[in-house]
Every structure is written in C-alpha cells, then in structure tokens.
Nanobody
C-alpha cells in the first residue's frame, strides 16, 4: 500500500507559478510509474503528466512547456512545477502511482491516489 499526500495548492494570479508536492509516505517511487491529474469543477478528471520508472516523462498538450514533473533523489517526493498559469488551470490536482513501472494517461491505470490539492488561478 502506498499513501500519497499532496500539498502546495493555493490561489495565484494568471501568469504566476506554483509548485505542488506529492509525498509517498514510507515508500520510494523511483521504480513506480506516477502521474499527475486534475479535475476542474463540473469536469472529468484530466491527465496532466506522468513519469515512468525508467524516467520517461510525458506531458499533456495543454500544459507542455509550462509544467514540469520532477522528484527528489530518493524518490519519496514528486513535484509538479507550474508556471505561466492560466484561469483554465484551476482545478484540484492529484498525484497517482501504480505498482508497475509504466502506465498510461488514463486514471484507471493507477492504483494509488492522493487526496488532492486545490489550485485557483484568478485575478
């Protein structure tokens, strides 16, 4: 069992930046596939990006060039660095992980989920 805890959400003006954290308590994600998703009010959960255990990173087209997935050296904490934020980035952001070392862009690919952290982009 992997427990994921996100933090770092908040309010930011358009064009601003935030960095979200995802702590895998008592577990290293180095060999797991992990991903970030988001869910805006009234919308379905949306893929943001993923990192395979091999280190391959894939981003959704809507955020490529603005968001960056990274992690600390021991793999306990993953980060989603978000820049040039837009109002349409407003959502609850979730990190997810799976037991295997690769996964896709579907939420059903992932076994473990954090509780989410809310990001609001507005004036």
């Amino acid at each position: 069992q992997v427990r994921l805890v996100e933090s770092g959400g908040g309010w930011v003006q358009p064009g601003g930046s935030l960095t979200l954290s995802c702590v895998a308590e008592g577990h290293s994600l180095n060999t797991n596939a992990m991903a970030w998703f988001r869910q805006a009010p009234g919308k379905e959960r949306e893929f943001v990006g993923l990192r395979w255990g091999s280190g391959t990173i894939v981003y959704a087209n809507s955020i490529v060039g603005r968001f960056t997935i990274s992690e600390d050296g021991d793999g306990n904490t993953a980060y989603l660095q978000m820049t040039s934020l837009k109002p349409e980035d407003t959502a609850v952001y979730y990190c997810a992980a799976r037991s295997g070392n690769n996964g896709g862009s579907e939420a059903t690919d992932y076994d473990y989920w954090g509780q989410g952290t809310e990001v609001t982009v507005s004036l």
